[in-house]
């Protein structure tokens, strides 16, 4: 369901107009519809492109330094292109088993617990977020104490870590702001709280998840093409899933914030999956552009530039027709086409698919070889 669709009530405008409140549950009646200004509808569209595009953006910078991380915690996930292949398979069948578990369960039961499950996610991703920030607001003088957290199973000979967590004291101010923000939204569900932390899962996923090279970004972002296609428009289940998913898998805005304020309740709505997706092909193409070593981040530019582009097209085709719109059907033609283009006209298609991102650990290793080489002559 995070792979993204753009969901419309019908007879409501916006990406994903929910037409209910915080909570899910209805907010207009039946005689009485509230339709969106056209300040309110636009106030609402910009601020979903706005906050589609902080995530890619600064997730695709901290996606640099995560390449390079050597810190367990911070090791990004590699994506081959068995993985890429695989996932609209797992993601369908995750997809409708949640449409089989709305049906035949109680709907206030699940989202209570995928209210908890989330609730933890939610904590741990917005703190991870923070805390490079934290490191810049603290000064140097500030008490920062090391600590670390270890579970161990069996004894002896026969001992395992089963959690190894290191943190100091500036993850702890972190954790505890992340947990009022939880602790809101548990009980609330307020948009603002769901947003938070949905651009935090939205930037952990840009800046974690690594695509291994740009061919396994097509065949991703291909097959998940074809999923958001069929899910959107050749069946009802993305949008009964999406009307019924009570988590922070999607960013709102309310169309109606300026007559009601923060208490608005009619959303329009943007899935994390269609900032995600292209989001870590974007993050890929930056690293293809720093091996290059040159000072341009010409691959990055034009694949945020048609990253925007693809949204604008998305909201332009839902405001016009008044129908959902699968975001990744204008999203993925020119997040790939666009770069594919430029790598032509610039001679370095071939370069650029050549490509190959290695792991940490690989790094390493092939390092400890190259050294024992060394001393083997």
């Not at 009802?236 to 923060?262: C, H, W, Y």
């Not at 070593?293 to 998305?314: M, P, V």
């Not at 839902?318 to 993925?332: E, I, W």
């Amino acid at each position: 369901m995070s792979e993204a669709e753009t969901v419309p009530v019908p007879e409501m405008n916006g990406i994903g107009s929910n037409g209910t409140d915080s909570n899910g549950t209805e907010a207009l009646n039946a005689t009485v519809k509230f339709v969106a200004s056209p300040e309110g509808t636009a106030l609402a569209y910009g601020s979903l492109v706005l906050m589609a595009l902080l995530p890619i953006f600064f997730g695709a910078l901290r996606s640099v330094t995560c390449s390079k991380s050597k810190n367990a915690s911070d090791m990004p996930e590699t994506i081959t292109s068995r993985d890429a292949a695989r996932f609209p398979i797992i993601a369908s069948c995750t997809l409708f088993g949640l449409y089989l578990f709305f049906k035949v369960f109680s709907q206030e039961y699940i989202n209570l617990l995928l209210s908890v499950y989330f609730f933890v996610l939610g904590v741990l991703a917005l703190s991870h977020t923070m805390s490079p920030l934290m490191t810049r607001i603290f000064p140097d003088s500030f008490p920062n104490k090391q600590y670390q957290l270890l579970f161990t199973q069996g004894s002896g000979e026969a001992k395992e870590e089963v959690v190894n967590y290191e943190f100091d004291t500036k993850n702890l101010v972190c954790l505890v702001i992340s947990s009022v923000v939880g602790v809101w939204y548990l009980f609330k569900k307020h948009w603002i709280a769901n947003n938070l932390f949905g651009l935090a899962f939205a930037l952990n996923g840009v800046e974690l998840l690594h695509l291994n090279n740009v061919s396994t970004g097509c065949i991703l972002l291909g097959g998940l093409f074809v999923y958001d296609v069929f899910w959107v428009f050749g069946t009802n289940v993305m949008v009964t899933v999406a009307k019924s998913f009570e988590a922070p898998i999607k960013l709102v805005f309310p169309q109606d914030l300026l007559e009601r304020g923060l208490n608005a309740s009619n959303f329009a709505m943007l899935g994390l999956g269609d900032i995600v997706i292209p989001g870590i092909f974007i993050a890929l193409l930056l690293r293809f552009d720093v091996s290059l070593k040159k000072n341009s981040r010409t691959y990055f530019y034009t694949s945020f530039l048609a990253y925007i582009f693809g949204l604008g097209l998305t909201i332009f085709v839902m405001h016009t027709f008044k129908h959902a719109q699968p975001a990744l059907l204008y999203l993925v033609p020119v997040c790939i086409g666009f770069p594919v283009v430029v790598a032509l006209l610039k001679g370095e298609l071939t370069e650029m698919f050549r490509y190959e991102e290695t792991p940490p650990e690989d790094e390493d290793a092939k390092e400890d070889s190259s050294d024992s080489e060394k001393k083997d002559q």
